[in-house]
């Protein structure tokens, strides 16, 4: 029997912190479901059809053949439930990640029990990473080229125009 997670997000863009996170649930988890979450409360920078074509340019041929991205509106256990999932996989960098994540843990455990949270601490190097800090230093003229894919670097220049000037 394998085992299968989802590891849901905005990933608005998704950063070099969500790769890492990504490699370390596989090895975990035999199938992983990376969830853009298309919620209408939060404004995007990017589209979803966009966010998922920057998480695969992300992660490589040899990383994107081991997972699937997906995108969805709606309760998160939702999901997993329907895709046969039984772990929910959540990045912490603070204490203030892990306050928001105990919530939504508990609130999901409430909705369904038989969908677990997987919390992996982010990698040392990673740890300051948002992307809203991202598109933050990104739109200042910041060079981001060591936090994101070179795809994502350009879609940011692209967005935010001529200050934005990462190094690609």
Known sequence: MSARAIYPGTFDPPTLGHVGLIKRALEIFDDLIIVVANNPQ????????????????????ELAARI????????????????????IVRGLRGASDFDYEFQLNMINR????????VFLM????????????????AALGADISDLVAP??????????????????
């Open 42 to 61: 939060k404004k995007t920078l990017f589209s979803i059809e966009e966010r998922i074509e920057m998480i695969k340019a992300s992660l490589g041929p």
């Open 110 to 117: 409430h909705l369904n029990q038989d969908i677990q949270s």
């Open 68 to 87: 699937q991205v997906d995108s969805f509106a709606g309760l998160t256990v939702d999901y997993a439930k329907s895709k046969g999932a039984t772990a």
């Open 151 to 168: 795809l994502v670097a350009q879609k940011l220049k692209a967005k935010l125009g001529p200050k934005a000037n990462p190094i690609i």
């Open 122 to 137: 982010a990698d040392l190097r990673w740890f300051f990473i948002r992307s809203s800090v991202v598109k933050e230093a």
